[in-house]
């Protein structure tokens, strides 16, 4: 498969997700496929085929791996390990989406200040689970802990 199509592909799987989680989020449909296992498991087989192409198949740059960070980056440069490591930021920031959904619904955050952290997690992952914790704490919904009892 061309890269460039697999990217698209790869981008196309997330999207739905993400849009719910902002567009819909009440919506049992919502509940059901994307606050269930379904897409991080597609996630995980589309990325355990890219690691181990890139690591153990040759489809990485050589000397590319984990050892150092000249390891890491060679890693990355080819375009089958540059699809690894995207499904990685995909993967874990869809998840962070949801992390954040849900931990808004359960402190009753308005869903209007869970957009813009849903949207800045989409598009910069670490900044928007930054934000969403931030506003939580100053709108005194919760603390600084992650543990699910703390309110």
């Known amino acids: 498969m061309d890269h460039a199509l697999a990217y698209q592909i ?16 009440n919506w049992k449909f919502t509940t059901k496929v994307v606050h269930s296992a379904f897409v991080p498991l597609i996630m995980f087989l589309i990325y355990f085929y890219y690691i181990s192409w890139t ?3 040759g489809g990485g740059a050589e000397g590319g791996g ?7 980056m060679l890693a990355f440069t080819s375009p089958i390990g540059f699809l690894a490591g995207w499904v990685h930021y995909l993967a874990f920031d869809l998840f962070v989406g949801m992390w954040i959904s849900r931990d808004g619904k359960r402190r009753d955050i308005a869903h ?17 689970l930054g934000v969403y914790l931030v506003m939580r704490k100053l709108r ?12």
């Open 10 to 25: 790869i981008n196309f799987i997330v999207m739905p997700a993400w849009a719910l989680l902002i567009l819909a989020p």
């Open 55 to 57: 690591l153990f198949f």
């Open 66 to 72: 984990f050892g150092s960070l000249e390891s890491v």
């Open 112 to 128: 209007a200040w869970i957009v813009p952290c849903l949207i800045l997690t989409y598009v910069l992952g670490p900044v928007g």
């Open 140 to 151: 005194n919904k919760g603390s600084w802990s992650l543990h699910e009892d703390v309110i």
